[in-house]
């Protein structure tokens, strides 16, 4: 049996120490593995950057290289697009393609609008630029806070401390990102100070500062987004061949998208404003109702923010935390390729597949 699948790519913050050789530990699972990595150390070594290969499979985790946007970028791309290369080897069938800011660009490479190489070129010198974009000198920060309660149920108290920052910070603090359950907040070092002292304080983590973080999805953005226009070309960009939901819940179909419109999207109106990552699972899932949703690599990070998206909806009857646990114990819907339980599954499907063909 075939599922027609949600496939959500992750964003930047997903590359973690445990992540470290997810790569090469998965590189087998596609027989196309190989070639691809090949061709992204490529692209790198053109941009005088360190291969794939040597971050994926050094010795040892440096925590400041691989916080470098850069670098990040790079094996959040490469373990995201060759995870989807796996996935369409099984009987899970992409329907429709979205992910978490970084992320939108492993879908843009997912979905065909770039190729491999030039997915990688591009995510790289987007992470670069959007590293070193400043106002006035300062590059600002990102915090995340929580907009729901411990059953990841809405809570109208915290998204109200949330609006009354961003009135009171207005013009310096702004919504970055709308990530399911939490808000990621952006502005200058002065806002992000303020807001750390004056949002209150929940399970004793939040309002969490996001290290190495600059004000992504934010008008501070207003350079990286000017120096990806004038060197990211219009010729980067092919029609998708398959449908992409963006940061604003628009969706991109194939052969009837405008491919300068997609461009100005990517390159301009994403990098300097809100991305609301719910609205795209939320609108996914109204519009292409998908039978499973699957997770690419590295990491699980987003199984979180797109259940309380899907909560938000009441999707299926999704009311709580305790649902999405019961309904997962029942028949499992929602799979991470970065967990090796959920992604033995994936690969049984794919393994019964080749067995068919065969």
């Known amino acids: 049996m ?27 699972d596609t027989a196309a593995g190989a070639v691809l990595l090949a061709g992204f150390d490529q692209s790198r070594i053109k941009l005088g950057l360190s291969t794939v290969t040597s971050l994926d499979q050094a010795p040892q985790f440096n925590f400041r290289r691989y916080q470098q946007a850069d670098n990040a970028a790079a094996l959040i791309l490469a373990s995201g697009f060759i995870d989807y290369q796996t996935l369409q080897q099984s009987c899970y069938q992409p329907v429709v393609i979205t992910g978490n800011s970084m992320g939108w660009y492993t879908a843009l490479a997912c979905s065909g609008v770039w190729h491999s190489t030039e997915a990688m070129r591009i995510a790289s010198l987007m992470a670069q630029y959007t590293s070193q974009s400043h106002y006035k000198g300062d590059n600002g920060g990102q915090l995340i806070y929580p907009l729901v309660d411990e059953h990841w149920r809405p809570k109208l108290d915290y998204q109200q401390q949330v609006n009354a920052l961003l009135a009171r910070c207005s013009g310096q603090l702004y919504m970055s990102i709308l990530y399911g359950g939490y808000a990621v907040l952006a502005g200058s070092s002065e806002a992000i100070s303020l807001a750390m002292q004056t949002l209150p304080k929940i399970d004793e ?77 939320q609108v996914a899932v109204k519009e292409f109702c998908p039978q499973r949703i699957v997770l690419l690599g590295p990491g699980n990070g987003l199984a979180g923010a797109v259940i309380q998206a899907l909560i938000e909806l009441n999707w299926q009857g999704l009311g709580s935390k305790q649902d999405f646990i019961d309904q997962q114990q029942q028949q499992p819907w929602l799979l991470a390729m970065g967990t090796p339980a959920q992604r033995a599954i994936l690969l049984q499907r794919h393994a019964a597949t080749e067995a068919k063909r065969a």
């Open 205 to 281: 983590r939040f309002p969490l500062l996001l290290p190495g973080h600059s004000a992504f999805h934010s008008p501070f953005m207003a350079q990286a987004s000017e120096q990806a226009l004038q060197n990211i070309g219009h010729s980067s960009f092919q029609a998708p061949a398959v449908p992409l939901v963006d940061g604003c819940g628009r969706i991109w179909q194939p052969d009837c998208s405008d491919l300068n419109e997609l461009r100005d999207y990517t390159l301009r109106q994403q990098v300097t404003e809100t991305y609301n990552f719910t609205a795209s699972i």
């Open 2 to 28: 075939n599922y027609s699948t949600l496939v959500v790519a992750p964003g930047r913050g997903s590359y973690q120490k445990q992540e470290l050789g997810y790569i090469s530990q998965n590189l087998s």
